[in-house]
T-cell receptor, first 109, second 110 residues
Framework: QKEVEQNSGPLSVPEGAIASLNCTYSDRGSQSFFWYRQYSGKSPELIMSIYSNGDKEDGRFTAQLNKASQYVSLLIRDSQPSDSATYLC?????????FGKGTRLHILP | EPEVTQTPSHQVTQMGQEVILRCVPISNHLYFYWYRQILGQKVEFLVSFYNNEISEKSEIFDDQFSVERPDGSNFTLKIRSTKLEDSAMYFCASIGPEAFFGQGTRLTVV
């Protein structure tokens, strides 16, 4: 099993709708969890971090963590065309940050 | 906002040549990482560096690669004899505890 798994997409969402991105991880010892946004040819940009079970909201973004199910998700409300990018889930285990392959999100105008 | 700086932004080199990629991480961070991203593929961990030594490295990080922090600020990745398959974006990340990335160096080996 891959350490961090994401559906590669593309995930197409109409403008204004909620985009839901999912990620699972294999190591129960993982301590912290991140979502990065990466535009083509650019470096990953941190958008959310989450460390404990439950929801964490920041503007239009909500991260959800369920350690029992080893599942992390990112919700983007009121999706905008500028949200079109690849979203990388990352997991910190023993001070090594491991990335999933990323989910390509396409917001349809 | 904290900033990680990488130079050069783009380097073209001939196969077999040595390249050095440079990074200035965030000053109060203690962990520094190098990642590689081949075009269209995932971000891959290469090596982590803590307290002036390698703390972990991946199977990609073979004897052709080395890292050092020569002057307490710069953090370098050296590839001794480049191969065509080393062509990729190389990202430096500064950890504390989230990873903040530099803008990357696009390495093209011809």
């Amino acid at each position: 099993q891959k350490e961090v798994e994401q559906n590669s997409g593309p995930l197409s969402v109409p403008e204004g709708a909620i985009a839901s991105l999912n990620c699972t991880y294999s190591d129960r010892g993982s301590q912290s969890f991140f979502w990065y946004r990466q535009y083509s040819g650019k470096s990953p940009e941190l958008i959310m971090s989450i460390y404990s079970n439950g929801d964490k909201e920041d503007g239009r973004f909500t991260a959800q963590l369920n350690k029992a199910s080893q599942y992390v998700s990112l919700l983007i409300r009121d999706s905008q065309p500028s949200d079109s990018a690849t979203y990388l889930c990352a997991v910190n285990r023993d001070d090594k940050i491991i990335f999933g392959k990323g989910t390509r999100l396409h917001i349809l105008p | 906002e904290p900033e990680v700086t990488q130079t050069p932004s783009h380097q073209v080199t001939q196969m077999g040549q040595e390249v050095i990629l440079r990074c200035v991480p965030i000053s109060n961070h203690l962990y520094f990482y190098w990642y590689r991203q081949i075009l269209g593929q995932k971000v891959e961990f290469l090596v982590s560096f803590y307290n002036n030594e390698i703390s972990e490295k991946s199977e990609i990080f073979d004897d052709q690669f080395s890292v050092e922090r020569p002057d307490g600020s710069n953090f370098t990745l050296k590839i001794r004899s480049t191969k065509l398959e080393d062509s990729a974006m190389y990202f430096c990340a500064s950890i504390g505890p989230e990873a903040f990335f530099g803008q990357g160096t696009r390495l093209t080996v011809v």
